[in-house]
Each structure stands twice: as C-alpha cells, then as structure tokens.
Nanobody
C-alpha cells in the first residue's frame, strides 16, 4: 500500500473555491488510478471523482460535475482536485485513494477498487 498525503482543505464561504492535492510521500503516482472520496458526518463515504493513470479518463459524481475538476501534474507527481462554486453540502472530509493500473484507463468511483488511502483533509463550506 502507498502512503498518500492530502492537503489543501480548509474553511471557505459558499461559492468559493479550494484546490486539494494528493501526493505520494517521496514517490511518483505514475501508473496509479486516483480517486477522491468524501465523507460527511453521519453519512457513508461517497465517490467524488476519479482519474485514470494516463489521465485520459475521468469520472465525476453527478453532485460535483461542472464544479469540480481533477487533473494530474506528472512533473510534480501530484493529483489535484479543483473545487469551484462550493456549497455547504460539499462539507466533508476528503480522501484520495490510489490503485495500480497498467491499462492506463481504468477509473471507478468504487471504494473497494482502491487499496491505498490517505488520512483525509477537512473541507468546510460555511458563511
């Protein structure tokens, strides 16, 4: 399993933006599908977005499509989640997850697909 580190969470007003980062401590994320999940208090963890190891395939939850964008910066070995037009219902702990994929194109919003998880970063959207 990989050691993943998320960063970039915080408190933001409704309509604001945040950019989350997911990195693998000391190593590259090349060859790994990356997923972002979130869990709000009292709710189950839900898939938000995934990006294939090639970056060519992305999948978004309906609740965030058009507002969130995921992209890879291979030079920095980091995957970013750009979150715009944030809503109070986006408040949650956000987790990144990774799973090796040699095909380059697999991307699933399924918790069980991923074996490596970060510790999470809190995002709070409130006025």
């Amino acid at each position: 399993q990989l050691q993943l580190v998320e960063s970039g969470g915080g408190l933001v007003q409704p309509g604001g933006s945040l950019r989350l980062s997911c990195a693998r401590s000391g190593f590259s994320l090349d060859g790994y599908t990356i997923g972002w999940f979130r869990q709000a208090p009292g709710k189950e963890r839900e898939g938000v977005v995934c990006i294939s190891s090639s970056g060519g395939t992305t999948l978004y939850a309906d609740s965030v499509r058009g507002r969130f964008t995921v992209f890879r910066d291979n030079a920095k070995s980091t995957v970013y989640l750009q979150m715009n037009s944030l809503k109070p219902e986006d408040t949650a702990v956000y987790y990144c997850a990774a799973e090796g994929d040699s095909s380059g194109e697999n991307c699933y919003l399924l918790h069980d697909f991923f074996r490596s998880w970060g510790q999470g970063t809190q995002v709070t959207v409130s006025s």
